[in-house]
């Protein structure tokens, strides 16, 4: 996913967060580092143990530029929204209080805020904004057009993130740790079988193949499944189920029958059925 695809700052996002509802963007306060807990509904999940490291000895220098952002939880305790890298940098530089935005926001604003800041911190990677999208779908009943709106992107952009949830989850921990970026991904998503798109992926990662290299593999694979096709599983329907295959992102099939037929449609999750639907209404 392009980082500029969310064009919206937090300062922009807020106020859309919440509709005509006035929006409580708290007070700064020191905080015990201790009153504070992690974002249950935190994007990111890889912290790397040396740029912790470094961040903490930046702010043994010249302490935490940036407040944090919080909200509450009740018996004095605080639930992290923002900015955890920068608590967790200040516990383990012996930090004994922390500067706090403290605000009222719903769960779904928590993990909104959280997204958005990491992305434009550049801080997730592709798998994290997928699976911050999908849960957003998944728990708050987000459409995709909906998130679009929120994070200020169009909505194909959303969709195709979106399905990268579907990869395989070894080829998932390949785009998490950077081995293959996004764009392989979703070229890699054009090949059917799980199978294949593993054989793919390991393919790619061994050889450190670009994008465009990756394109030439899976159109090699495809078209060498082609030739061993028997003539009878050939359909003269083909070439219209590859166009709805692309319109809808997933895996179509014509079955005709007499005078008639039926299309089916294929889904492999909740988030992407909710994207075939609002692209077969859009």
């Known amino acids: 996913m392009e980082k500029k695809a969310l064009g919206k700052g937090l300062d922009a996002l807020l106020p859309s967060l919440t509709g005509n509802r006035p929006v409580d963007v708290g007070d700064i306060?020191?905080?015990?580092?201790?009153?504070?807990?992690?974002?249950?509904?935190?994007?990111?999940?890889?912290?790397?143990?040396?740029?912790?490291?470094?961040?903490?000895?930046?702010?043994?220098?010249?302490?935490?530029?940036?407040?944090?952002?919080?909200?509450?939880?009740?018996?004095?305790?605080?639930?992290?929204?923002?900015?955890?890298?920068?608590?967790?940098?200040?516990?383990?530089?012996?930090?004994?209080?922390?500067?706090?935005?403290?605000?009222?926001?719903?769960?779904?604003?928590?993990?909104?805020?959280?997204?958005?800041e990491n992305v434009q911190r550049e801080d997730l990677n592709p798998m994290e904004i997928a699976r911050g999208y999908s849960r957003m779908m998944r728990e708050f009943g987000l459409t995709q057009d909906m998130i679009a709106q929120k994070v200020g992107c169009d909505r194909s952009s959303v969709a195709n993130v979106v399905r990268l949830t579907h990869l395989h989850p070894e080829i998932q921990t390949l785009v998490e740790n950077g081995t293959l970026s996004a764009g392989h991904a979703k070229v890699i998503l054009g090949l059917e079988s799980p199978e294949s798109q593993i054989q793919v992926a390991r393919v790619v990662a061994a050889r450190g193949l670009s994008v465009r290299e990756t394109e030439k593999v899976v159109e090699s694979t495809v078209a060498g499944k082609k030739r061993h096709r028997k003539p009878s599983e050939n359909s003269p329907w083909t070439a219209l189920e590859t166009r709805l295959q692309k319109r809808l992102g997933t895996k179509v099939n014509i079955q005709p029958r007499g005078k008639g037929g039926k299309v089916v449609i294929h889904y492999f999750s909740a988030p992407e059925l909710d994207g075939i639907v609002e692209a077969l209404l859009s």
């Open 29 to 116: 306060q020191y905080l015990r580092i201790n009153d504070i807990v992690p974002n249950r509904y935190q994007p990111r999940h890889n912290f790397s143990p040396q740029e912790l490291a470094e961040l903490a000895a930046s702010i043994n220098q010249t302490g935490v530029l940036q407040p944090i952002m919080v909200r509450r939880k009740g018996d004095g305790i605080f639930e992290l929204i923002s900015g955890e890298r920068r608590w967790r940098a200040s516990k383990e530089a012996g930090l004994q209080t922390i500067r706090a935005v403290v605000r009222n926001c719903s769960d779904e604003e928590a993990l909104l805020i959280a997204l958005v």
